[in-house]
Nanobody, 125 residues
Framework: QVQLLESGGGLVQPGGSLRLSCDAS????????VAWFRQAPGKEREFVSA????????YYADPVKGRFTIVRDKDKGRVSLQMDSLKPEDTAVYLC??????????????????WGQGTQVTVSS
C-alpha cells in the first residue's frame, strides 16, 4: 500500500506563500488521484483541492479558489499545493490523500483510501 509523506509546512505571515508537497514512498503519484484536505483544531477535516487521476482536472474549495494551485510534477512523481495570499484562517494541518473517488465524492474524505500524517501550516504575524 502506498505511504504518503507531506512536506513544506511552516510559519508564514499573512499574505505570504508556501508550497506543500505530497510524495509516495518508493513510487510515483503520477497514476493516482490526489487530494489535499486540512484540519484546524476543534474543526472537522475539510476539502481543499483535488486532482483527478486522468485528465488533469482541478478542484478547489471556495475559500481557497484563486489563491491555491494544485500541481502534478510528473518528473518527481509528486503532487504539490502552491498556496499564495495566505490568511490566518488557512492555519491548519494539511493532509494529502489518494483515491479514485467518483465525481460526486471528489470533495469528501470518504472518497480517499490512503492518507499522509499531515504538515502544519501556521499563518500569523
Amino acid at each position: 500500500q502506498v505511504q504518503l509523506l507531506e512536506s513544506g509546512g511552516g510559519l508564514v505571515q499573512p499574505g505570504g506563500s508556501l508550497r506543500l508537497s505530497c510524495d509516495a514512498s518508493g513510487r510515483t503519484l503520477n497514476n493516482y488521484g490526489v487530494a489535499w484536505f486540512r484540519q484546524a483544531p476543534g474543526k472537522e477535516r475539510e476539502f481543499v483541492s483535488a486532482l483527478r487521476r486522468y485528465g488533469g482536472v482541478e478542484y478547489y474549495a471556495d475559500p481557497v479558489k484563486g489563491r491555491f494551485t494544485i500541481v502534478r510534477d510528473k518528473d518527481k512523481g509528486r503532487v504539490s499545493l502552491q498556496m499564495d495570499s495566505l490568511k490566518p484562517e488557512d492555519t491548519a494541518v494539511y493532509l494529502c490523500a489518494v483515491g479514485t473517488p467518483i465525481l460526486s465524492q471528489i470533495r469528501f474524505a470518504d472518497g480517499y483510501h490512503t492518507w499522509g500524517q499531515g504538515t502544519q501550516v501556521t499563518v500569523s504575524s
